[in-house]
């Protein structure tokens, strides 16, 4: 049962998938956040021009 178990976790640690999926999970964060952060940069601009847009097709 000992070298059970000494086989199961050597071959745990060994085994990277669960670091591959974290790596992939706080890629997509990073750029989530940096689409985010892009978003609000761009807003007041576009709040702006849409407004202008309005007002000239209003009157």
């Not at 050597?10 to 997509?28: F, N, Q, V």
């Amino acid at each position: 049962m000992i070298t059970n178990i000494r086989t199961l976790l050597s071959k745990t640690c060994r085994d990277e998938r669960g670091a591959t999926a974290i790596e992939y999970g706080l890629i997509a964060a990073l750029v989530a956040i940096v689409i985010i952060g892009g978003l609000q940069a761009l807003s007041g601009g576009l709040n702006t021009l849409f407004n202008t847009v309005a007002t000239t097709l209003g009157g």
